[in-house]
């Protein structure tokens, strides 16, 4: 595809989808290239360098995010509903949880969600740097659970790429935490009952929840 009959817009989508599939150490200009049937160098016409592509394809996959409306649902509702989709986005595309350790992430998809975001806690109540706190302490949460599968879905990656198997791989590390866990007596009584590596049902929906009624005991 020529320079000219590309643009940013196809480069971006192109990019998260790439991302997708293979991860922050996937993307660069050669295979965005031959995905887009273009030379890589017809892609620097329209984005500076794989660090400002990142930064794009980052801040297009917030639009994802639906705002709720504040004039027909209460402050929990409201912060319940975006904070889910916030871990089902980073579920979606977890390279992003990974690149915000190396990327400042910023532009119009990511101030539409945050603006939104800060008009839920300034309706519960929150004013000034408190709705600020209030924010940024269920994005850290939420962030903060995604991880993991974002961890596993790198190191799937890592280890197939050197030709292994990734589910003997994270079969026989389970074995190995289990024989370790069954020294200690409250990790040994769970071995036996369920997925060692698996946490409970619902722990995000739990954790969210705990944690907004403690914002909600602040408002008291």
């Not at 971006?12 to 031959?34: F, I, K, P, W």
């Not at 969210?208 to 008291?220: A, F, K, M, T, Y």
Request: proline share 3%; aromatic share 8%; with cysteine.
């Amino acid at each position: 595809m020529p320079r000219d009959t590309l643009t940013r817009e196809q480069i971006v989508r192109t990019a998260v989808e790439l991302l997708d599939a293979d991860g922050l150490e996937g993307l660069n200009m050669r295979s965005l290239g031959q995905r887009l049937n273009s030379a890589a160098t017809a892609v620097y016409w329209h984005v500076k360098n794989k660090d400002n592509l990142v930064t794009l394809a980052g801040d297009q996959v917030w639009d994802e995010i639906r705002l709720p409306d504040l004039d027909t649902v209460d402050w929990r509702t409201a912060a319940t509903a975006m904070a889910t989709d916030l871990y089902a986005m980073f579920a979606r595309h977890p390279w992003l949880v990974q690149a915000f350790a190396t990327h400042l992430f910023h532009g119009a998809g990511k101030a539409r969600h945050d603006d939104h975001n800060l008009a839920v806690y300034e309706k519960a109540g929150f004013t000034g740097p408190q709705a600020d706190l209030a924010a940024a302490s269920v994005f850290t949460y939420v962030l903060g659970n995604a991880s993991g599968a974002a961890a596993t879905a790198s190191l799937t990656r890592r280890i197939e790429r050197d030709g292994g198997d990734a589910q003997e791989v994270f079969a026989a590390t389970m074995k190995e935490a289990a024989e370790t866990a069954s020294r200690f007596p409250r990790l040994r009584s769970r071995i036996d009952s369920a997925d060692y590596a698996e946490a409970p049902d619902d722990t995000f929906g739990f954790g969210l929840q705990c944690l907004l009624d403690g914002l909600e005991g602040r408002l008291v």
